[in-house]
């Protein structure tokens, strides 16, 4: 067999697993994306057939109302908090559950990561429950400590609610990183510990020194995805738990999205949040992708 046909061989296999794959892509993203980008364009209720083109005037519309402000900085405080929330909690017990080596630590990890294998709509639910004004958890807890019932609506304070959200948010994410952090530590040979330990480093020194330089690179990775999730995929549980309530206070991007294009049945004007989504979503990725930049430490 000469060179060219193994080199055509090799092409052809390479092929035949980037061809299906792009195909796909091309169907169930970028069309999707062109089209909504082609719907943003027109004044449509979604169910006529008469669409009117009116151009830029949708995006126009977007930067004037002041709904659609609230829903983007609604999303980025979920970005931050869930941020700082998850990957805090998350790396302390990946380190605890990993360096301490804790008998039960096959138990914790189940335990972490039962919330990701829940429906959000499930999480949703049970979330509501807790903070239900009459029989919520949260209000018997609190009960526990007081002469007369505490009956406080979570869910029901206008300038608040968005922070209800926060720990269902967070509690839902935490397992999933903690195995990824998990995973990451425990690729870090015992040597380098014990050389630090030799040398006097304490654990905090050994944190710092040895394990965030080296699962670096997933905690980035868990950022990112943090990020992408939240702007893209807060809408289910806010509209379970809030509806965008009280008074838009928990709106967001996407359910502001929902409730233009399918229950006002302002279409046109719905596909121009969702590619104001898009772009955002773009932006923060490229934005954080710079600011988390740094060396990266291989083990060799």
Known sequence: MNSSSSKLQ???????????????YCIFTVYPVLQGLYYSMFDWS????NKEFVGLRNFKDLFHDPIVWKAIGNDYFLVVGKVIGIMVIATFFAVALTRFRFKLAGFFRSVFFIPNILSVVVIGVLWNFIYNPQIGFLNGFLSLFTKDTVSITWLGFTNHTIWMLLPPTIWAGIGFYMILLIAAIQNIPDSLYEASELEGANQWQQFRKITIPLVWEQMKVSIL???????????????????????????????YLYQMAFQQYHFGYGASIGVLILVLSLITTVVLQRLLRHETVELG
């Open 46 to 49: 979604g169910m006529s057939q």
């Open 225 to 255: 995805n943090i990020m992408m999730t939240t702007l893209n995929g807060s809408f289910v549980i806010v509209w379970i738990m809030t509806q965008g309530g009280p008074d838009n206070s928990t709106q967001v991007m996407g359910s």
């Open 10 to 24: 090799r092409t052809i296999f390479i092929a035949s697993f980037i061809i299906p794959t792009f195909v796909f």
